[in-house]
């Protein structure tokens, strides 16, 4: 029986893998019902919006053998 890697989420220290967020994006939603509106196609670069690069933006990786399988972003903004 094989034992599950643990996969630990690790925060960006620089904007360097941005474009594999980008990338692993437009992977996941060609792979759901949401496919027709966000598909390599229309997105060719990835999918990003400008929250991506916010002074207050954080995000963290999951990697596979450096693969990049997941990825969350959270915001902190001055005011709503």
Known sequence: MNTP???TPQLLADASRLPEI???RVAAWE???GQPYVNRELFPQGWSDA???HRGARHWVVED???LVAAARV???DTL
């Open 31 to 33: 792979q759901s019902p």
């Open 65 to 67: 053998e450096g693969r």
């Open 75 to 77: 915001v902190l903004l």
């Open 51 to 53: 929250l991506d690069t």
């Open 5 to 7: 890697t643990k996969l």
């Open 22 to 24: 980008y990338a692993l």
